[in-house]
Nanobody, 118 residues
Framework: QVQLVESGGGLVQPGGSLRLSCAAS????????MGWYRQAPGKQRELVARITSGGETKYEDSVKGRFTISRDNAKRNTVYLQMNSLKPEDTAVYYC???????????WGQGTQVTVSS
């Protein structure tokens, strides 16, 4: 059984920073792709950032230049999202996801709340 566990969410003031972490455990040797989606109240879930095992990254336009996704090669199946210059519109539940091939992701964490407010 595969489990993804997120950490690092919380309340931060506009302009502040947070770092999300996601660690996977279970029978998958190495995920091909890992990343983060988010869902704000009343909105659809959207891709925030993703990274492949080869290091290729993709970002949602509104977070480019502010968020950085990375993987820890020493810790298989661990992914981070460094979020800087946070804005109130970044407020959402952030979900870590992953899969072994490039398809709609099958593996998900439980979500972590990020709230940006003064």
């Amino acid at each position: 059984q595969v489990q993804l566990v997120e950490s690092g969410g919380g309340l931060v003031q506009p302009g502040g920073s947070l770092r999300l972490s996601c660690a996977a455990s279970g029978s998958i040797f190495r995920f091909y792709v890992m990343g983060w989606y988010r869902q704000a109240p009343g909105k659809q879930r959207e891709l925030v950032a993703r990274i492949t095992s080869g290091g290729e990254t993709k970002y949602e336009d509104s977070v480019k230049g502010r968020f950085t996704i990375s993987r820890d090669n020493a810790k298989r199946n661990t992914v981070y999202l460094q979020m800087n210059s946070l804005k109130p519109e970044d407020t959402a539940v952030y979900y870590c996801g992953a899969d072994i091939i490039d398809r709609p992701w099958n593996y998900w964490g439980q979500g972590t709340q990020v709230t940006v407010s003064s």
